[in-house]
């Protein structure tokens, strides 16, 4: 009922809903393109979470807390004085929606159109002027959304904490604001394109000239550029719009400095240098252009000074004798130099990691003013930015592309040169290559995953690096515990134990094994725990165990993508062709892991390499196979027991089979509630999770574990090895090709002669007669036969015992429902080619496959 009135609240504003899947913000298949009723989404979609789609007039600003919106949006109130922009709905990250209608007169009279031009418009024109987020205008983690967006609404959960009305009105909607229309409405006007002279004009660096100074800028021009006829006159048109008088005079004296013969023209070519319309085309120049070409000169001759100085430093700091006493020399000559600021701070950074190699140095407070010279004069531009194959810009804290207008904003917030112009204004270079050649802010090679470091830059093999690793991205350790963490601890402590059967040493392998991510990151442990037992055990609390170890969920609470740093590979995963699931991630959790089946031996080889190789291939859809480093360990769940083939157990599978049989035991066992018992476990981690970290981080790992090259044994892992000898040699195998199902064999019914042939297709190996029989006795307490002929040939046919087929009445009747256990028990392999089954008049049955 909840559901149903929170719905109609949007329904009766004439909004339109749709589904999205459970517990998601992905859109169930086809559902983007309908609308659904309030009574759709409540009856027949009840566990489905629902979204607003956006129309023409709807306007939401997104608040997200992740990245510095909740900030952000006080910055926003506190600027337009406006106290009344308050929240519609809560977000469960701890963000909100605001929802706005936008203004009439904004919508360009489009109200008239009929509904068909009504869309075209809107697309070309609220998309086009509507800012995507208010990051350009100091607002970061704000996001605009529009007509053609969608946003979650309550009551939908993601990762089961709810979107929630803000207030008890529940829907409200109110027209924006004008102040925020200016602000996030795009201007239509173009700017205007300013000529290169009333750039100048407007700028500090042209302001009127003396005598002297001109003359001072005309010392540069000497090369042999300014010796051609043509050059030599744009000198003199660019001199006489400085001055009618003076510059006469200075271009004569200019002119004998290298051609006497163009000195002694300079009163005849003097008087075609007239203003306005008489001026001669082909010689438009400017004094701006002068002043432009003479700081183009400046700018190289800087460059150059600079090379020189920055090769000498380069020199110093690399030279084998280089020692303590050499240290302050070398800093003093970097903040006296000419290279800019963005250059010394890059040369200080050096100098700082090479005084931490040097033992004998010992005046600290020579450090101090270095450390703090790099934590107060860089800009924050060049601390987190990095530019990649002078083609893009990356942060280096989201590795996410840059654009280019944000760059040069906080170019010219930190009073950096901009990208020098040519004469009609357009960029001499580009921002990449200028930023990259001048700024400071480091070009790499590429980026790479290295998570054993958490160093943003990375040098290998004469190449630099951007770290992919995220390491903001990991939780802080508790300084010390309180009673809610100790009281955390042992709740976990208890739950590995139980795990574990009440194993003490088994439980402190696995405890070593989580502390060891910790402690260790991006080592291999190059085995992997296998832990078996029924749905309910508690498994797949361990995910919540890693993340709370290894992801800062504060920063990203729904711990999905690169920053959880723990990943989930599902079975199917493991048989497709594509494996990009074993890089990118500090630990790799199998879910349902099953081996043991079609294709076996090329799936092991795959897990055995990704568990214990130091280089891995790997293959993402529609590109390459890359070689790569592995920095992945993994832990594998299961509820079968024979998810590992028998001739792989001896060296990478550490296994525990838990022997709590049904969730009675469990209570029984935890002596609670088993909803509250998981409740309070999850809740308490993640409420804990920093002393959590300091457990895991604290405990002790010993030397024989930090020993183990293959796992250890386990009695469990004996127990497989002698169920696999013991009279069950192939009784896994059949069991999954009877649930694969396939030619004349499925879960219901099948005939051993099609089933064995399968089977030995399958394995490549050779049953006797003995084994057969051993075989099917094993399966007789399921399964009964009856003698059947088929295609002319008589068969065994053995079925289910629990549909009782030996009481139907006749013979026709029996052979007819196992016909039908056969076709309704049909697998999707099996689907692909099978025709019907004809039953014939002479009782013979033939399956045509």
């Not at 109130?77 to 922009?85: E, F, G, Q, W």
């Not at 998570?451 to 990991?474: A, H, Q, T, V, W």
């Not at 402190?508 to 078996?532: E, M, S």
């Not at 609470?557 to 995963?573: C, F, M, T, W």
């Amino acid at each position: 009922m909840y559901k149903h009135k929170t719905l109609l609240q949007y329904e009766n504003k004439n909004k339109k809903l749709s589904l999205k899947q459970i517990n998601s913000k992905s859109f169930q298949k086809d559902a983007k393109s309908k609308d659904f009723t309030a009574k759709q989404l409540t009856t027949e979609f009840e566990q489905y979470n629902t979204c607003w789609l956006l129309d023409f007039n709807d306007l939401v600003l997104d608040i997200d807390k992740r990245n510095g919106g909740l900030e952000s949006y006080q910055i926003l109130k506190l600027n337009y004085n406006c106290n009344t922009l308050s929240p519609s709905v809560k977000t469960p990250s701890g963000g909100f929606h605001i929802y706005f209608t936008i203004p009439p007169k904004y919508l360009n009279n489009i109200m008239d159109m009929d509904e068909e031009s009504k869309k075209e418009k809107l697309k070309k024109d609220i998309k086009r002027k509507l800012k995507k987020n208010l990051d350009l205008e100091g607002y970061e983690g704000i996001e605009v959304k529009s007509y053609g967006d969608d946003v979650m609404i309550p009551p939908s959960t993601i990762d089961n904490h709810p979107y929630t009305f803000a207030n008890e009105q529940g829907f409200t909607q109110h027209e924006a604001p004008e102040w925020l229309m200016d602000l996030i409405w795009k201007d239509d006007k173009k700017p205007e394109m300013i000529s290169l002279k009333k750039a100048y004009n407007d700028s500090v660096e042209y302001q009127e000239k003396t005598k002297e100074e001109v003359r001072t800028m005309l010392t540069k021009f000497t090369g042999n550029k300014w010796k051609t006829f043509k050059n030599w006159v744009e000198m003199g048109q660019m001199l006489y719009e400085w001055d009618k008088e003076e510059g006469k005079e200075l271009w004569e004296e200019w002119s004998r400095t290298f051609e006497d013969k163009y000195a002694d023209g300079c009163c005849e070519h003097w008087s075609t240098f007239s203003s306005g319309d008489e001026k001669p085309k082909e010689y438009k120049k400017t004094f701006a252009s002068l002043v432009w070409e003479y700081k183009r000169i400046i700018d190289k001759e800087h460059k150059e000074l600079v090379g020189k100085e920055q090769t000498y430093l380069m020199s110093k700091m690399n030279d084998e004798n280089f020692n303590a006493e050499d240290i302050e020399v070398v800093y003093n000559s970097i903040i006296t130099s000419p290279i800019n600021l963005i250059t010394q701070i890059k040369f200080i950074s050096k100098l700082v990691q090479k005084v931490r190699s040097i033992d004998s140095f010992s005046d600290h407070e020579l450090l101090e003013r270095m450390v703090l010279k790099l934590d107060t004069d860089a800009p924050f531009w060049v601390k987190e930015n990095v530019l990649l194959n002078d083609a893009k810009f990356l942060n280096v804290n989201t590795l996410t592309k840059r654009a280019k207008y944000n760059m040069e904003r906080d170019m010219d917030k930190w009073g950096q040169e901009t990208v020098p112009l040519k004469p009609n204004g357009k960029r001499a270079v580009s921002l990449e290559k200028h930023i990259g050649d001048h700024d400071g802010v480091e070009e790499i090679d590429d980026t790479v995953w290295y998570p054993i470091s958490k160093s943003r830059l990375l040098f290998f093999d004469g190449y630099l690096y951007c770290n992919e690793f995220k390491s903001n991205r990991l939780p802080e350790v508790a300084e010390g515990y309180t009673e809610g963490g100790l009281k955390t601890i042992d709740r976990i402590e208890f739950h590995i134990k139980m795990i574990c059967n009440d194993n003490e040493e088994y439980a402190k392998i696995l405890t070593q094994w989580f502390a060891f991510q910790v402690q260790h990151r991006g080592k291999l442990v190059r085995w992997c725990p296998v832990i078996q037992g029924i749905r309910g055990i508690g498994k797949s609390y361990f995910v919540t165990l890693l993340q709370s170890l290894l992801c800062d969920t504060s920063k990203n609470p729904r711990s999905k993508g690169n920053a959880s740093n723990i990943g989930l590979v599902k079975s199917d995963e493991l048989l497709s062709d594509f494996s990009g699931y074993s890089t990118g991630k500090l630990v790799n959790v199998f879910e349902e892991f099953d081996i043991n089946g079609y294709d076996k031996k090329s799936t092991i080889e795959e897990v055995k390499a990704v568990i214990t190789d130091d280089l891995i291939k790997y293959t993402r859809k529609n590109k390459d196979a890359i070689e790569t480093p592995n920095y992945t360990n993994y832990i594998a769940f299961t509820n079968q027991k024979t998810c590992i083939p028998e001739y792989e157990l001896e060296r990478r599978w550490w296994i525990i089979f838990n022997k709590l049989e049904t969730k009675e035991d469990i209570e029984t066992k935890v002596a609670m509630d088993l909803s509250k018992y998981y409740s309070e476990l999850h809740d308490w981690t993640k409420e804990y999770n920093s002393e959590v970290l300091k457990y895991f981080t604290d405990y002790e790992i010993t030397d024989e574990f930090m020993s183990y090259n293959i796992a250890p044994s386990t009695i469990y892992k004996e127990e497989l090895q002698t169920m696999y000898k013991e009279n069950t040699q192939g009784i896994c195998d059949i069991e999954f090709l009877l649930k694969e199902g396939g030619y004349m064999f499925n879960e219901n019914v099948f005939c051993s002669t099609s089933l064995f042939e399968a089977y030995e297709e399958m394995t490549k190996d050779r049953l006797n007669n003995r084994q057969k029989g051993k075989l099917i006795k094993q399966l007789s307490e399921l399964y009964t036969s009856r003698r059947m002929r088929f295609n002319g040939k008589s068969r065994n046919m053995y079925f289910l015992k629990k549909y009782n087929i030996d009481d139907l009445p006749t013979s026709e009747e029996k052979n007819k429902k196992i016909i039908e256990l056969y076709k309704d028990g049909k697998s999707e392999m099996e689907q692909r080619r099978m025709s019907i089954i004809d039953y014939q008049e002479n009782k013979q049955f033939n399956f045509n496959i």
